[in-house]
Nanobody, 115 residues
Framework: QVQLVESGGGLVQPGGSLRLSCAAFGITLDNYAVGWFRQAPGKEREGVSCYSSKYDITHYADSVKGRFTISRDKQKNTVYLQMNNLKPEETAVYYC????????WGQGTQVTVSS
C-alpha cells in the first residue's frame, strides 16, 4: 500500500520559513516525479513545485521562484519543500503527490502565515 505522509506545517509569521517533508512508503520516489501542491480556502489546488530525478528536472511556480526549494533525500525516501519569506496569501493546505498522473497523494499539512 502506497502512502505519502506530509509533515512540517504550522503557524509562521510573514517573512518566516518552514520546511515541509513528504515521506513515502510503498513507493520509491526516485522512480517518479514528485510534486508539491497547495489549496487555499475557496480556491483551486495549484502546483507549487515538482521534481523528477529521472529526467533531472525541477520546476517552480512563478510565485515561489527564489523563495521555495524542493529537495530529496534518497536514503530516507523523502522529499522536502523549503519555504522562505512566506506571505499571508500562501496560507493553505500543502500536499505532496507522486506517480504517473499524480496517482498518489498525501493527506496534506496546514501552513498558516499570519502575524
Amino acid at each position: 500500500q502506497v502512502q505519502l505522509v506530509e509533515s512540517g506545517g504550522g503557524l509562521v509569521q510573514p517573512g518566516g520559513s518552514l520546511r515541509l517533508s513528504c515521506a513515502a512508503f510503498g513507493i520509491t520516489l526516485d522512480n517518479y516525479a514528485v510534486g508539491w501542491f497547495r489549496q487555499a480556502p475557496g480556491k483551486e489546488r495549484e502546483g507549487v513545485s515538482c521534481y523528477s530525478s529521472k529526467y533531472d528536472i525541477t520546476h517552480y511556480a512563478d510565485s515561489v521562484k527564489g523563495r521555495f526549494t524542493i529537495s530529496r533525500d534518497k536514503q530516507k525516501n523523502t522529499v522536502y519543500l523549503q519555504m522562505n519569506n512566506l506571505k499571508p496569501e500562501e496560507t493553505a493546505v500543502y500536499y505532496c503527490a507522486a506517480g504517473t498522473g499524480w496517482r498518489y497523494w498525501g493527506q496534506g499539512t496546514q501552513v498558516t502565515v499570519s502575524s
